[in-house]
């Protein structure tokens, strides 16, 4: 499901992070929970058009392998890499299908990755070619739709994004629609937004340990940029979360 879509996308899924959801509150809570990388290996999982590739290399990694089920994803991302040189690698892959990895990563990171998976045994496959791709200890960082997240909450339109349910539900959780409003042309994207129990236990049984989820924030740069009040509905109402795990 996930790479036909974003298929039809290509470079455009850059345009996402410029969305103030994204640019104040997704792209710094993840920089920030994933820490420092320095002289780390990092394997960017659903890596897209290769925004979070890109930063982490920029961030003094020493390698940064992305990978991606969408070629149209993936031959943005080289384009991108092509006229700005960073010496990240990218591949066309299923990460449900993943192969094993030499050498091991220090960091795995997935932003809307494991919400493409159409049921647990998927969603635990995908978990466990993450974690024999990590070295003994390394940390897996998700990025995903907030499981508790109240359809009825005050619209996310002022913050770049419409997100409502589309009536069907899978084994891991309701499917979702969000669409971001760029202009002049709104993308939509259908993915699911599973269970928090159903993350934990695909985690676990693929060898994870200590899972944490984690909350979104803004930076300070959106608080002086749109006043804290813009962003109370957000916070109040976070449609996105992210989980933290130990190889």
Not at 72 to 90: F, K, Q, T
Not at 123 to 152: K, T, W
Not at 161 to 189: N, S
Request: negative net charge; glycine residues 10%.
């Amino acid at each position: 499901m996930g790479g036909q879509q974003y298929d039809g996308i290509g470079e455009a899924f850059e345009g996402f992070k410029s969305l103030p959801m994204m640019r104040y509150g997704e792209v710094p809570s993840l920089l920030g929970l994933v820490g420092d990388v320095s002289g780390k290996s990092v394997l960017d999982v659903a890596c897209g058009t290769g925004f979070y590739s890109r930063e982490f290399k920029r961030r003094g990694a020493a390698d940064v392998f992305g990978v991606d089920i969408s070629v149209e994803m993936i031959a943005a991302a080289r384009d991108i890499e092509a006229r700005d040189p960073l010496g990240v690698r990218y591949e066309v892959g299923d990460v449900a299908e993943l192969p094993p990895l030499e050498p091991r990563f220090d960091v795995a990171v997935g932003v809307q990755c494991l919400n493409y998976a159409e049921d647990t045994a998927t969603m635990e496959r995908m978990c466990r070619n993450i974690h024999r791709s990590l070295v003994p200890g390394g940390e897996f960082f998700v990025l995903a739709q907030n499981p508790d997240y109240r359809f009825d909450c005050p619209s996310l339109e002022t913050y770049g994004f419409r997100c409502e349910p589309t009536g069907e539900e899978i084994e891991t959780g309701p499917r979702v629609r969000v669409t971001a409003l760029l202009d002049p042309h709104p993308i939509g994207i259908v993915s699911t937004a599973p269970r928090r129990e159903v993350y934990e236990a695909c985690l676990r049984a693929a060898g994870f340990t200590e899972p944490a989820w984690v909350p979104l924030e803004v930076s300070e740069a959106g608080i002086r940029a749109f006043g804290k009040e813009f962003w109370a509905d957000l916070l109040a109402y976070p449609p996105l979360e992210m989980l933290r795990c130990r190889a």
